[in-house]
């Protein structure tokens, strides 16, 4: 009798867990292309100095932490992405990611003209006027340095 007792046990553990491998696999699948490709360009931030450095790592999983996405999930992300990034649709979405990646940008305590090229080139892509990037970019990561809360930043530029 125990043994049965056991296999129910058994059972319901390798139930319970597929059950979680499924949720797992479900959150996967709810994450939004925007999602993705604001992780996939905070990762590029993070390598554009050929530095990636523990503390950039420390930034990348707290932010996909903050936005409930767990790291076997971070994992797929990167495995297996492929093709264009998804723009920002909304001009304040567009200034979040930018703030974002400035928080990457200073993550070992040091911008690198590689870090800030390719924040320009997100603003570019990103659809701001060439004549207003090099001011953007400097803005945000003066204003990341300085400890402006994103929010503060977005009533500012509104």
Known sequence: MLSLF?????????????????????KAETIS???????LRLYQIALADDNFSLLEA????TWAEERGINKNILD??????TGELEIPSTVEN???????????AWADGEISSDEKATM?????????EEENI?????YLLKSVKDGIELSTLLKELN
Not at 94 to 104: N, T
Not at 123 to 128: I, M, P, S
Not at 134 to 138: K, S
């Open 6 to 26: 056991k296999t129910i046990y058994l059972f319901i553990q390798i139930a319970e867990n597929y059950n979680l491998l499924k949720l797992v696999y479900m």
């Open 33 to 39: 292309t925007e999602l993705k490709a604001q992780f």
């Open 58 to 61: 420390e930034v990348l999983y």
């Open 76 to 81: 797929e992300i990167l495995l297996s992405s």
């Open 94 to 104: 567009k200034i979040r990611y930018l703030y974002d990646f400035a928080i990457m």
């Open 120 to 128: 320009k080139k997100f603003a570019l892509k990103f659809g701001f």
């Open 134 to 138: 090099t001011d953007l970019t400097d």
